[in-house]
C-alpha cells in the first residue's frame, strides 16, 4: 500500500489517520490509559481532521487510509517511521508529533518489534543529536540551560561551569545571519553543503559569500566546498576508527578498512590542529578515537544518552549496547522502554506548506 498525499500536506494525513484510529475502534485503550498523557488534547486536534475532508486535502482516499490503519493495527509487528520528508518540513514538528502520536494511539512503542522511529539523513546523525551536535546541547542529551548539567560537563572537561557558553542560534539562524551585522564573520563547515540542503540555498550561498574566511572540511569537492578560502581534506567512515549509533540507541564500533589518501586527515586531527594553533592545550584535543569516546563516557554519565557502561572492550567483543548504559552492575545495555506520553500538535495549521530540506 503506497499513499501518496499531495507535497506538504503530510500533517493532514497524519491527523487522519489518527482520527481514523479513533473512530474506528483501533485506538488501544489500555494503552493510553497507562503508558500516555495528554490524548485528549491530542484527540481535540485530530478530530478537525475527518476522513473526507484529509482526501479533499492531501489526495488520499478514505479507503486507503482506512487500510493504512488496518494494517499498523492489526500486524503483529509494526512501526511508525519517518523521513526527511515529513521531518524537514515548515511543519515538520508538528508532522511527525502527529505520526508518533498515531504509534502511541496504536499501542506501538513498547512492544516487542514495533514502535516509531526517525530515519535519519545522516549515518550517525543520532549519535551527533545525542552529545552536544546541537547549539543549546551537551553530551548526554542535557542542556545548555541546566546548571546540573553544566557542572557535570565542566567537572569532566576541567573548566569553569560559567565558562560555558549559552544557548546559540539554530542551525539556519546561524547560517541567515553570516556575515551581517553582529553575524559570524568566519565559517568552519564539517562535511556539510548547505549551499545545496539548506531552506532558502540562494540566500545562504550569498550569505557564506559575504564571510570574510569559509573553511570547508570534507571528502568531496560540494558546491559549498567551491566557495570556501580553505578546502581541508578529511577522511571518510571507511577511512577512520569510531562509533557510530543507530536508530534504536544501539552503539557500533567502526573499524578502518582503507588508509586514508594523500594527505587527507580525521576530522579529530583538524579539530586539534585547529585548537593548537589558537593556544590551546593540545592534551585537552585528543586525535586517538578511543580516548575521545572515553571522555564522552565520562560527560554522559547520568544522562539521558548515558553511555558511561558502554567500553571499547565490550564493543570489541560484539555485545549490543544500547544507551542508556550506566556504568553499574545493573547496565548491561539493555534498552529502557520509557512511558511515553502522547503530545499536542497544532492541527489547524495541517493543510501543508512547501518542504524545506536542512
Request: with cysteine; proline share 7%; glycine share 12%.
Amino acid at each position: 500500500l503506497h499513499l501518496q498525499p499531495t507535497p506538504g500536506t503530510d500533517l493532514a494525513l497524519a491527523l487522519g489517520l489518527l482520527h481514523l484510529a479513533v473512530t474506528e475502534g483501533r485506538a488501544d485503550r489500555e494503552y493510553l490509559d497507562k503508558r500516555t498523557t495528554g490524548f485528549d488534547a491530542a484527540w481535540r486536534r485530530a478530530a478537525a481532521w475527518w476522513p473526507e475532508r484529509v482526501e479533499r486535502v492531501t489526495g488520499v482516499p478514505v479507503a486507503e487510509m482506512r487500510e493504512a490503519v488496518g494494517l499498523l493495527a492489526d500486524a503483529e509487528r509494526a512501526y511508525v517511521l519517518t523521513g526527511r520528508g515529513a521531518e524537514q518540513h515548515s511543519k515538520g514538528t508538528d508532522t511527525v508529533a502527529a505520526f508518533i502520536n498515531l504509534a502511541l494511539t496504536l499501542g506501538l512503542p513498547g512492544r516487542e518489534g514495533s514502535g516509531y522511529g526517525c530515519l535519519t539523513g545522516q549515518g550517525n546523525g543520532q549519535g551527533g543529536r545525542e552529545h552536544g551536535q546541537k547549539a543549546d546541547q551537551l553530551p548526554g542529551y542535557r542542556m545548555l540551560t541546566d546548571p546540573a548539567a553544566r557542572a557535570h560537563v565542566a567537572s569532566v572537561w576541567g573548566v569553569d561551569p560559567d565558562s560555558l557558553p549559552g544557548p546559540g542560534r539554530s542551525a539556519y539562524e546561524l547560517l541567515d545571519a553570516l556575515g551581517t551585522d553582529g553575524g559570524p564573520r568566519a565559517l568552519l563547515v564539517f562535511g556539510s553543503n548547505p549551499v545545496v540542503s539548506a531552506p532558502r540555498a540562494a540566500r545562504i550561498a550569498d550569505r557564506l559569500a559575504s564571510l570574510d574566511l569559509l573553511v570547508v572540511a570534507d571528502f568531496v569537492p560540494s558546491e559549498t566546498a567551491e566557495l570556501a578560502d580553505v578546502v581541508l581534506p578529511v577522511t571518510q567512515w571507511a577511512e577512520e576508527e569510531g562509533t557510530m549509533t543507530s536508530l534504536e540507541g544501539r552503539v557500533l564500533r567502526r573499524r578502518r578498512l582503507l588508509p586514508p589518501p594523500g594527505e587527507a586527515r580525521s576530522d579529530l586531527d583538524v579539530l586539534h590542529g585547529i585548537a593548537v594553533r589558537l593556544g590551546q592545550d593540545p592534551a585537552r584535543f585528543p586525535t586517538d578515537p578511543r580516548t575521545v569516546f572515553e571522555e564522552l563516557r565520562r560527560a554522559s554519565a547520568g544522562g539521558r544518552a548515558d553511555y558511561s557502561g558502554i567500553s571499547w572492550e565490550r564493543l570489541d567483543a560484539g555485545e549490543a549496547l544500547h544507551w542508556p548504559c550506566p556504568e553499574t552492575p545493573a547496565g548491561a545495555g539493555e534498552v529502557e522502554r520509557q512511558e511515553h506520553g502522547v503530545g499536542a500538535q497544532r492541527g489547524d495549521e495541517a493543510d501543508g506548506g512547501g518542504r524545506a530540506n536542512l
